[in-house]
């Protein structure tokens, strides 16, 4: 499960990204880590197939609970009502510069790629009560984050961004993947370290 992100302005082009959803809007951009609720940059191709920068809220509301779905399994998203339409006009991609996990300890610990490259995390959107909600797939562990926790985000190749964006038939094999990423485990300082238990959130089965 992907409950917390970072999103860090100085790893490689999510500068770009930010100054690009800073024209979008100017205040309460939040950068840093990110939880879920918040107004976050997301990529999408437009109607020209050219990439595109929007800001989706992170978390599919539920009028019947106060909880948001933030994440969805990738091997099952087909079967969902819920995911299927989105999942073949609507799919993204959250631009991050890693993602957190807590281990048994509690303690916080933050996944990256090698060299400071940018990480990829497929998503969808939908458009709901007027607004774009957003929401993280999940598979699978890889052998770095297995003996943390038994899910994480679908993490997509910058190569396949543009099939996973504008490719069906491509976004679905990549549903199915064995993730093979390479990961540095970095723990955060315990005085900066934040409490999962305080999160609101649910994954679909």
Not at 151 to 169: F, Q, Y
Not at 176 to 190: A, F, G, R, Y
Request: charged share 30%; hydrophobic share 35%.
């Amino acid at each position: 499960m992907c409950g917390r992100y970072l999103f860090d302005p100085d790893t490689g082009e999510l500068n770009e990204y930010y100054k690009m959803a800073f024209q979008i809007k100017q205040d309460d951009l939040k950068i840093g880590e990110i939880p879920p609720s918040e107004e976050v940059i997301t990529l999408g191709l437009g109607e020209d197939h050219k990439l595109r920068v929007a800001l989706t809220t992170w978390g599919f509301s539920n009028h019947q609970n106060k909880q948001l779905l933030i994440n969805a399994r990738s091997e099952t998203l087909e079967e969902k009502p819920t995911f299927r339409n989105e999942f073949s006009f609507h799919r993204c991609l959250f631009p991050m510069s890693g993602f957190y996990e807590w281990n048994k300890a509690k303690d916080q610990l933050l996944f990256t790629l090698p060299e400071k490259e940018v990480m990829y995390v497929a998503g969808l959107y939908r458009v709901k009560d007027g607004r774009i909600e957003s929401v993280i797939l999940t598979t699978a562990p890889n052998a770095t984050v297995e003996p943390i926790h038994n899910r994480m985000p679908l993490i997509i190749a910058k190569k396949d961004a543009r099939s996973w964006l504008e490719n069906t038939k491509a976004a679905r094999k990549l549903l199915h993947k064995v993730d093979e990423t390479p990961l540095i485990i970095t723990p955060v300082p315990k005085k900066e370290q934040t409490n999962p238990q305080n999160q609101m959130e649910l994954e679909l089965e």
